[in-house]
Structure formats: C-alpha cells, structure tokens
C-alpha cells in the first residue's frame, strides 16, 4: 500500500519530522501535513455509523457496532452535518447567481396544503446542484 495524502489523494510529499514516533509528511500540491500512523477507524467505519445513525439506530448502539466512544460517534455526526450546512451554503449561492430558465419535473408531484400558515421545507435538486427551499413559496417578479 502506498502512502498519499489524506487531504487530496497526491503522491508528491516530502517527509517533515515525527511525531510521538510516527513519521509525519508534508504535501507540496495542497500544503497539507499528514502522518503513516495507522487510523483506528477507517472512512468506511464513519460512513457505516452515519448511515446507522440516520436510520434511526441510537448513538450508543451504533458507538457497540462501531467500536467506538459515544462521544467520538456525536463528534462524528457533528462534523457530518456542519459539512452538510457548508454544502448546502456553497449550493444556494450558486443558484442565487444563476437561476435556471426551466425547470423539469417528472411524474412526481408533492402537495402543499392550501392556505398553510406552517413552514415546511424541501429539498431542489437542480442541474447536480442541491437547493434547500422554504415552502410555501414566495414568487417575487
């Protein structure tokens, strides 16, 4: 297994010390610092106990399955959804700079109760680009 960086996948590193005993490295594409010490839980472990944990599984079970902490299994979680809000962000900004012409819908149909004073969400998915919308809309023209 050869090593590369965990930032941005890249084979091009010098080597930058140790520390605690592990060798550390840094990249010359991204300028990221990295180590060979082994993690304890891979990428996969942390995809499988977000997707429990969104399946309604509790936090002290999935921590049983996993292998891990409570705590680490909520840190994990956290980082997950404050990602999730980052993208989200970085979508709605692209959408407000170029709203599309037409939008396509296909033989799905969602019902908003006429005369709702309740907000509601959704979730629009435009060219590969995700948009979280408030319902009911206000058009403006």
């Known amino acids: 297994m050869s090593l590369v960086c965990t930032n941005c996948g890249s084979a091009n590193y010098r ?9 550390r490295y840094h990249c010359n594409d991204c300028g990221h610092y990295f180590s060979d010490k082994i993690r304890k839980f891979s990428y996969a472990d942390k995809a499988r106990a977000l997707d429990m944990y969104l399946n309604n599984v509790g936090v002290r079970k999935v921590a049983r399955f996993i292998g ?30 170029g709203l599309p012409d037409i939008i396509e819908m296909d033989e799905i149909y969602t019902y908003v109760k006429k005369n709702s004073s309740a907000q509601s969400y959704g979730l629009l998915i435009l060219d590969g680009k995700a948009v979280l919308l408030r319902l009911p809309l206000e058009i403006k023209e």
């Not at 080597?15 to 060798?23: D, V």
């Not at 409570?70 to 407000?96: D, H, M, N």
């Open 15 to 23: 080597k930058n010390g140790s520390y605690q005993g592990n060798q």
């Open 68 to 97: 891990a902490s409570p705590a680490l299994i909520i840190r994990w979680v956290k980082a997950a959804g404050t990602r999730l809000s980052e993208q989200l962000e970085q979508a709605s900004e692209q959408v407000k700079s």
